[in-house]
């Protein structure tokens, strides 16, 4: 026994030298390439190519509008065809820098947020095609979001990004609720929108449907702070600008509301249970009097609640105030590594002008087309949700009130740190000022490290 | 067999509870996955009008079909090779005990205790390098490397309970190894082996964190995978993901019950009497 | 490794040239295995350690950074949060499936062989045949708040006490780690099984003809017979523990607030989403450390028993 145990120490001590050594010696030559150069330039050209090509794209699962525009684009083209491969919105997001690093990258991906690609020339600047098909009439504040400067810093600089569509977010109404309880009209101010939820609580109806299994409550949220913030410095935050904050008196001030909210008990009481499916439905089935969402529910509420249902934008705190609203491209970025820059760049021009394509993306998503405010709007049911989503990006834009989402600040501030915090939020477990004391915390420690 | 009236009467009502906890979520996800898809489901009902087209519409959604066929390569590809070298490995460290195998054996071991999480961002860039990445052999590799320490301690623990005697005496008799261990070993170690077989063929196909992340394409992933696809960012269909997953689970259920008949036969028959 | 002792020399010389035969054919025979161990799990692991030492975003330049990234998993108050869940949960998917899983492996070993046995087994077993990630799926509205099981607390008159699980923070961990509990309990039992079927039954007649009754023949018996399928199982339920994902993914995101967080969610979050390669590698080793000093008495034990 007694050489046996020896021989074994000899034994784990020569692995352990062993092992130790190799780390070292591994540890030692850094991972990672340098970041890739400039590939060669090519000529930026505003003409389809007559050749037959395929285009690839990497896209969501459950976002249909891809399928439309570009079976619809290989009609007008028929030497184009396309490729789509589409996985969860989470598994995208987080595979989607190392698609766009692969050897054979999507020509065109769904990127939330543009992050470090810039940084790690993975996404082609489309600037000489800004440039080429004269882009400069398309409304600036819906591009700002998409544009990244040389330091890294959103909202200005080169142009990566376009949208499929442009949202705009607000208030569903349950008229038939609101009947019942001698509601008539959309709120004008926070105020009389704070009467409303206390008249809904004093009935037994269920004020605000919301979820926040998985964030979305922030769509609440962040429209509370909408209201009370400096829209530039919240934009700011946003864009990562240098020594911006999110710790500012309108952050507090639309993070408390939300507590004296859940304090009051105006969301449901199983709210962290509720995941945005699940609030869809049960706002679909009747329940609750206001939820917060974007226009790409206008259509499913619609089909639900028919004319008992109305859309509008979340109101200032003094009337007459500019309104204030999320809202964002259904932004997708072309790979640096594409082989077909120009034909997947016309493909998103065409998105933007062309009336078949316009219609569509009003059609599948009642989302704004954006491009040329002069180009005429595709046609709606008169009437309608989707019309009124219209008519709100219409007003967000003569209101210069379009704001970013807060959840792309950074690629990992959503789940790591506006979900859990918002958690406790709405179950008033903190305060409006710990909320965001701990997400900026949080991004300080994204963005510095 | 002697037992007392009470054991088997206590036995049977503990088993009998656990069987029912056992099915209630089974069943739950059944009665859910025929409601009307677009509705949220609640409790556990029998829908009044069972929605059986949801199993249909979830098999073309969720390209089950193709689905299955990467499952299965992956799986063809990852058990019979983890079975043979395992069982291989296992013999040696546990029937041959070889200078050395104590020492092997500690390293077998000790990656029995790494955390699938704690390889997974290396083996996405090694994939990466070795160009098999958004492949299904970038599953197919490391599967079998993960499996290698569970599978060697598996078969070595039966190895090493095989009475010495019955080697000694083959090799008193002249047979030579592979003899050995073909005409005695290998029937011996049947019980062991079909439990590892239904063991890795479950591990394989249920395997959602390495598809996830090594193979872009979700449809070149193995059918845990295809669970995302009803699972959109902003869309999703509780009915029509428990059709989809009760789907997924059936082959698996198959394979089971299937494998289960010899498998049960050979376990009671307990060990060789020297 | 002794073999049967002989007496005379030429004898000794054959036996020791058939060891030496027998070596080479052993390491031959482990070289395989050996060669998929080292090529996917061990270079991957030493390569994940040199990452830990990186500031790294998996794209770009890496800069060397010491240790800096396991001080930020020693000093977060989250990363440490979520290594304590995991801990937790190391009573729901060890202790209770394994206790279970011993209980009713030996009533159904007392059972006659016949089709009630072979279909306990094959639903015992079902849960362990369900992914993970579709075990999270389902009992994610089993426990909300329209959920089956306050349909059945209602039943049994226990209204006062239903809420949504998952989403209640006292709750949430427990209800994830019993979903753990669900899932292994199946494997336990079918492995124990394998175990009891292995242990002589002339000892059971033996003890049952001394008088003893079904609680001491467990403990001198079964489970001695049975240490070694413990230890496998024990080694496995506390890693499932330790590096659960899978259910967590499916079922909580880590939510409510991080009650469920746990460090397989943290590292595929820092990893993937945050690019954070370093940091997430670090955790990761951090991770497999723990399991490390956890599962090591336990290997040890059955190694002493086995000697």
Known sequence: ?449 | MITSRTEVIVGRVLLIVALVLTLIPLLNMLSAALQPADRNPIGLSWPSDPQWVNFVTAFEVGNVWRLMGSSAFIVLCVVPVSLVIATLAGYALGGLRMRGSRALLIVFVLGLTIPFEALIIPLYYQAQALGTLNTQWAVVFPLIGLFMPFSVFWMRAHFVNVPRELSEAARVDGARLWQEFFRIQLPLALPAISALTILLFIWTWNQFLLPVVLIANPLDRTVAGALTFFQGQYYASIPLLNAGALIIIVPAILVFLLFQRQFIKALLQGAVKG | MSTTLVSNAPRRAAARAAARRADLTGWLLVAPALLAYTGFVIYPLATGIQYSFYDWNGVGVATWVGLDNYATVFTNPNLLGAIGNSFVLIAFFTIIPVGMGLVLATLIRSMRDGLALRASQTILFLPQIIPLAAAGIAWSWMYAQTGAVNQILGWIGLEAITRPWLADYGTALPAVGLIGSWVLTGLCTVLLLTGIGKIDTSLYEAIRLDGAGWFREFITITLPGLRQELAVLVTLTVIAALSTFDIIYTSTQGGPGRATLVPGLLIYRIGFTQSDVGLAAAFGIVMMVLVLAVVLPIQRLSRASDQ
């Open chain 1, 1 to 449: 026994m007694r050489h046996h145990s020896a021989h074994r120490a000899r034994v784990r001590a020569a692995i352990g030298t062993v092992a130790a050594g190799a780390i070292l010696a591994l540890a030692a030559c850094a991972p990672g390439a340098e970041a890739p150069t400039d590939g060669e330039q090519i000529e930026v050209t505003t003409e389809l190519t007559t050749e037959e090509v395929v285009l690839t794209i990497a896209d969501e699962t459950g976002f249909p509008v891809t399928d439309a525009l570009t079976e619809e684009f290989t009609k007008q083209h028929p030497n184009v065809t396309f490729e789509i491969t589409r996985d969860t919105f989470q598994n995208l997001t987080a595979n989607a820098p190392r698609l766009l690093a692969g050897a054979n990258p999507p020509d065109l991906i769904r990127l939330p947020t543009i992050g470090e690609t810039v940084k790690d020339g993975l996404i082609a600047n489309l600037d000489p095609w800004y440039e080429a098909y004269g882009w400069d009439a398309w409304p600036a504040s819906q591009l700002a979001p998409m544009r990244m400067s040389d330091e890294g810093i959103r909202g200005s600089g080169s142009l990566y990004q376009l949208g499929l569509g442009y949202s705009i977010t607000g208030i569903f109404m349950n008229l038939e609720i609101a009947e019942r309880l001698g509601i008539t009209a959309p709120p004008s101010t926070m105020a009389e929108f704070e009467e409303m939820l206390a008249t809904a609580k004093a009935a037994g109806e269920l004020p605000i449907m919301a979820g926040d299994s998985d964030g979305v409550v922030n769509f609440v949220v962040q429209a509370a702070m909408n209201q009370f913030a400096d829209k530039d410095e919240f934009m700011s935050w946003m864009f990562n600008e240098p020594g911006a904050t999110y710790n500012t008196p309108g952050n507090v001030q639309g993070a408390e509301l939300i507590r004296t909210w859940a304090d009051a008990g105006y969301f449901p009481s199983d709210i962290n249970a509720i995941d945005y499916f699940t609030f869809v439905t049960r706002f679909s089935e009747g329940e609750g009097l206001f939820t917060f969402n974007g226009n790409w529910a206008a259509s499913g509420y619609q089909d639900a609640l028919g004319d008992n249902v109305s859309f509008f934008l979340v109101p200032p705190i003094n009337e007459g105030d500019g309104h204030v609203a999320m809202g964002a491209g259904n932004s997708f970025s072309v790979a640096a590594g594409s082989d077909n820059l120009n034909e997947i760049v016309y493909f998103l021009n065409w998105i933007h002008t062309d009336p078949a394509a316009r219609q569509i993306i009003v059609d599948v998503t009642g989302a704004s087309p954006g491009g040329d405010p002069t180009l005429p709007l595709p046609e709606v049911a008169p009437g309608s949700l989707i019309e009124s989503a219209l008519e709100m990006s219409a007003q967000i834009g003569a209101d210069n009130g379009q704001v970013d989402f807060m959840a792309n600040t950074t690629a990992g501030i959503y789940a790591g740190s506006i979900i859990p915090e918002s958690q406790l939020l709405v179950t008033s477990q903190i305060t409006g000022q710990e909320f965001v004391e701990r997400v900026q915390a949080f991004y300080e420690q994204e963005i510095g490290g």
